[in-house]
């Protein structure tokens, strides 16, 4: 653990698998709405990202999204499907770190699935525009910073803390494993 851990005196590091895994990836993904989409994530890469909004987020985890099949996104993914998803939902907690493999295809029923009608701003032809391609992304790995309780408990032991000179961080964080 880090080395601001063995200041705790609460623990501050749990690792999420299963149900509970997901559970937390969907409150934190929620919370954000969108998160910069990194491809070329090769080491001595120079990595692309771009925000995006993802469209669904399954039960199983895997992330949705809606993409121009002309896109240097899609190009990427079509070289290296190895991607990683950015998210945060506040300045001070709700952050998400998701590694996975992201696949391609233009299914017109998930398309409709997923489909809401702001998206015609980039599909100007609406839900049948010939571009829209599905990105499915499957985690392989994440890891996730919260706080333990709503912000301001969390702002009142930082602020106890600095005036007692104790580390009384409200944070959490772990690795989450689907």
């Known amino acids: ?4 851990n063995k200041n705790q005196p609460e623990d501050n590091y749990e690792d999420l698998t299963g149900e509970k895994g997901i559970a937390k990836m969907k409150t934190l993904a929620d919370k954000a709405g969108t998160c910069f989409f990194c491809t070329q994530i090769g080491a001595n890469e120079r990595f ?23 896109s240097n996104k899609n190009r990427e993914i079509e070289a290296d499907s190895s991607i ?3 998210f945060q939902g506040s300045s001070y907690s709700d952050f998400l770190n998701v590694y996975g493999e992201a696949s391609i295809n233009q299914d017109k029923a998930v398309i409709k ?3 809401n009608p702001i998206l015609k701003t980039w599909f100007t032809e609406g839900i049948d525009d010939p571009r ?3 990105i499915k992304v499957v985690p392989s790995e994440a890891y996730y910073w919260d706080t333990k309780h ?4 969390g702002l ?3 602020m106890v ?5 104790k580390t009384l961080d409200d944070s959490i964080e772990g690795t989450i494993t689907v």
């Open 150 to 153: 709503p912000q301001v408990v």
């Open 113 to 115: 699935e997923l489909w």
């Open 161 to 165: 803390g600095a005036a007692i000179g």
């Open 132 to 134: 829209i391609s599905v």
């Open 156 to 158: 009142i032991k930082r």
């Open 84 to 86: 990683q998803l950015l």
């Open 48 to 70: 692309s990202t771009r925000p995006m909004s993802f469209q669904k987020l399954d039960d199983d985890g895997t992330f949705w999204f809606l993409s121009a099949n002309d």
């Open 1 to 4: 653990m880090d080395s601001i």
